[in-house]
Each structure stands twice: as C-alpha cells, then as structure tokens.
C-alpha cells in the first residue's frame, strides 16, 4: 500500500525517525540527500508550542529540500494538543505526527507520549482533536503497549484508521523496555495483516539488510530508522541501492565523510552559531568516522576542538599524516547503537 502524505505518495519509503536532540535541520537534509523518504522534526512540546517558549518553537524550522517533512508533537490535553497542532501546521510541514511512545517518566508519567497507551480513550481524544484542527494529513507513532501484559496496538490501530489518519508508526516494542532487549517485529506483521492503516514498520533497523527484511517479513508499508541513522548516516543510500540492485553501493571515501561531516557542522553552526553547534556536533562524528584506520583517535581529537578553522585543520593534518581510509573495513563494525550516548527518548 502506498503511504500518502498530502501530494506525495510513497511507495515503501524510508523514514528517518524523530529523535530529540538528533534530528534538527542539518541531520534531516543530511539524511534526506541520502535518501531518507520521509523525515520528522524531533518532538515538540504541545504545552511548549502554546506557551511560544522559544525551544520548542525553534523545533518547528523545517525547509523545502526536506519535504515531505513531519513535525511531531507530544501532550496529554486534546485541547492543548489541537492549538499546537495549529501552529505547527502554520509553520508549513507536511504532516503532523503524533507522539504516543515516549517512555520518558517526565513526558509518560503526565498521560502525554507512551502514557497515551494506559489511557486509548485519552489517546483517541487527542487524535480526534489533532485530526479536526488541521487541515494537513495526521499520522501516530506509537509502541506496542504499556508492557508485555498489556499489548493494545491493535486497538490503536483501529483507533487511527477510524479517525482517518494517514499512517501508524509502530516501534516493536513495549513501553518498559524503553531501548532495551530486541523489537519484536511480529507484532508489525500481525497489525499489518488485519489494519486498512499504511504501516511503517520501526525498531533494530540497524544496516540496510534489516530494512529489507522487515519489508520482506512484517510486509509493512515503509520502515523507519532511528539508531541506525545515528551510525551510519549513509544507511538510507544503502538501504535505496540495496532495494534497487540487491548489492550494497560501493562504500564512502574519506574525502567524502569529511566533505559531508563538514557541510552538516557548517549547517548546524548556521542554525545555532559556532559554540553551540560545534558542542552539539559531537554526537555526530562517532557515525561519520567509523571505520577508518585510528578513527577513535580522530573522534577523540576532533571532540576537544572548538572552531571550524581548527576542525579543517585536524582533517587536513590527519590527510597529510597518510591515515588511510580501509575500504573494505565492515561498517557494521560501529553500529552498535550504544556506541556514542544519547539520551534516549
Ligand atoms: C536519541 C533518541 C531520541 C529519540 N527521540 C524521539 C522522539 O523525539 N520522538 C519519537 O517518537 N521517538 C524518539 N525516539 C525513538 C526512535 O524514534 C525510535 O522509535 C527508536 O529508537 C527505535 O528505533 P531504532 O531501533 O531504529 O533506534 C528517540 C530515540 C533515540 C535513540
């Protein structure tokens, strides 16, 4: 099934995921000129957007290169959800997506995010509210359940589907395992044998093999990938070649992982100026540099620098020191998601 969003009408897309501190501006043009189909804003603060507090309104910056673009917005009041579903639809995305699996105690634990799932009247409230207020297509990004005992993703997805929502998201696992244990994708397969819902399938999509097995396995309607983008920003080119030609593309050079960590830092500098850019920037390097001969020594130099000069500086000098870049080194090597941390939402 082909998953529409406005005028776009996708036909098994790639989503990048919504990730708090992770998927500004600069990570999702990134990942969008590396294929990513659909990317979203990380989440907004329904209460935030209301108040106009200024973190959550700058969460709402999105471009024309990026589109079809999501903004994503969490909150426990149907009310408060709708008027901030109304700013955010003002600020000109594609699509509004709901959050309801955030296990954060702060965001759960006052019936906003995952809390939606111990209360689906509550949650389908929301999605009717957020549904009547905007005139953009609406979409839900959720979990399997509260835990184990309590599994309600089908009810969910009947929720969604009646209230006419465009897409379901379904993170394959339950809210207490937070980031832990395996997804359990055949929860995905079960939804998607039974719901009318397009569903994009999410969780362990960690190399490009994984997509196309989740494809093939849950025989979802697109699939999205968090951790896994963090990695290897190059994933969604991999995950586009190795569903057109069944092979992997030939990997990045050096030259290329610095030419697009240095475009991505010079966008994030832009966004939020040198000092703040740069101190935020550090999460990146860890996916732009594995790898490579030394790349730990890289990452770890590159960490303590605080211009740009002095970051093109270390580039140039490891270059002219002859580190080499191993080509054929297995990238999947540094994808193991606990490899830099993040916090996790
Ligand atoms: C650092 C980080 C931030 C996240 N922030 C959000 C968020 O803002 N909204 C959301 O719906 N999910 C968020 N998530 C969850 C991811 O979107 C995704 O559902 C989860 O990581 C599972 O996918 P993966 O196995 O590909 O990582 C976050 C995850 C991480 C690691």
Same mark, same amino acid.
């Given at each position: 099934?082909?998953?529409?969003?406005?005028?776009? =009408?996708? =036909?098994?897309?790639?989503?990048?995921?919504?990730?708090?501190?992770?998927?500004?501006?600069?990570?999702?043009?990134?990942?969008?000129? %590396?294929?990513? !189909?659909?990317?979203?804003?990380?989440?907004?603060?329904?209460?935030?957007?209301?108040?106009?507090?200024?973190?959550?309104?700058?969460?709402?910056?999105?471009?024309?290169?990026?589109?079809?673009?999501?903004?994503?917005? @969490?909150? *426990?009041?149907?009310?408060?959800?709708?008027?901030?579903?109304?700013?955010?639809? !003002?600020?000109?995305?594609?699509?509004?997506?709901?959050?309801?699996?955030?296990?954060?105690?702060?965001?759960? #634990?006052?019936?906003?995010?995952?809390?939606?799932l111990?209360?689906?009247?509550?949650?389908?409230?929301?999605? /009717?509210?957020?549904?009547?207020?905007?005139?953009?297509?609406?979409?839900?990004?959720?979990r399997l359940g509260w835990d184990s005992n309590s599994i309600t993703i089908f009810e969910v997805?009947?929720?969604?589907?009646?209230? *006419?929502?465009?897409?379901?998201?379904?993170?394959a /696992?339950t809210?207490?395992?937070?980031? !832990?244990?395996?997804?359990n994708?055949?929860w995905?397969?079960r939804v998607?044998?039974?719901?009318?819902?397009?569903?994009?399938?999410? *969780?362990? $999509? &960690?190399?490009?093999?994984?997509?196309?097995?989740? @494809?093939?396995?849950?025989?979802?309607?697109?699939?999205?990938?968090? /951790?896994?983008?963090? #990695?290897?920003?190059?994933?969604?080119?991999?995950?586009?070649?190795?569903?057109?030609?069944?092979?992997?593309?030939?990997?990045?050079? %050096?030259? =290329?992982?610095?030419?697009?960590?240095?475009?991505?830092? =010079?966008?994030? $500098?832009?966004?939020? *100026?040198?000092?703040?850019?740069?101190?935020? %920037?550090?999460?990146?390097?860890?996916?732009?540099?594995?790898?490579?001969?030394?790349?730990?020594?890289?990452? #770890? &130099?590159?960490?303590?620098?605080?211009?740009?000069?002095?970051?093109?500086?270390? @580039?140039?000098?490891?270059?002219?020191?002859?580190?080499?870049?191993?080509?054929?080194?297995?990238?999947?090597?540094?994808?193991?998601?606990?490899?830099? #941390?993040?916090?996790?939402?």
């Amino acid at each position: 099934m082909k998953i529409k969003l406005g005028k776009y =009408e996708l =036909e098994k897309p790639v989503a990048l995921a919504p990730m708090e501190d992770v998927t500004d501006l600069g990570f999702r043009l990134i990942c969008k000129e %590396f294929g990513a !189909d659909i990317v979203y804003t990380e989440f907004v603060s329904s209460e935030g957007l209301i108040r106009s507090a200024r973190k959550s309104v700058n969460k709402l910056l999105t471009n024309e290169k990026e589109r079809p673009v999501g903004i994503q917005i @969490f909150g *426990g009041d149907p009310n408060v959800m709708a008027e901030a579903a109304k700013i955010a639809e !003002d600020s000109g995305p594609d699509f509004i997506d709901i959050n309801a699996g955030c296990w954060v105690p702060k965001v759960a #634990s006052r019936g906003a995010g995952a809390g939606l799932l111990k209360d689906l009247k509550q949650m389908e409230s929301i999605i /009717r509210s957020v549904k009547n207020a905007v005139s953009i297509p609406v979409t839900l990004k959720t979990r399997l359940g509260w835990d184990s005992n309590s599994i309600t993703i089908f009810e969910v997805a009947k929720i969604c589907a009646d209230a *006419g929502l465009s897409a379901l998201t379904i993170h394959a /696992r339950t809210r207490d395992q937070h980031h !832990d244990g395996e997804a359990n994708w055949d929860w995905i397969r079960r939804v998607k044998e039974v719901s009318e819902l397009p569903i994009i399938g999410n *969780g362990d $999509i &960690k190399i490009a093999e994984d997509a196309i097995e989740m @494809f093939e396995y849950t025989k979802c309607d697109g699939v999205m990938v968090a /951790r896994g983008a963090i #990695s290897n920003p190059w994933i969604f080119k991999d995950i586009k070649f190795l569903m057109q030609h069944g092979t992997l593309p030939p990997a990045q050079t %050096f030259q =290329e992982r610095i030419d697009t960590c240095l475009r991505h830092l =010079e966008m994030e $500098i832009e966004l939020k *100026g040198e000092r703040r850019g740069l101190m935020e %920037f550090r999460k990146y390097y860890h996916g732009y540099f594995h790898g490579i001969r030394n790349g730990s020594a890289l990452r #770890s &130099k590159l960490v303590r620098l605080e211009t740009l000069p002095e970051i093109k500086k270390a @580039f140039s000098e490891w270059i002219s020191s002859g580190q080499e870049f191993m080509e054929n080194q297995s990238a999947q090597e540094s994808l193991s998601p606990s490899s830099p #941390s993040f916090s996790q939402v």
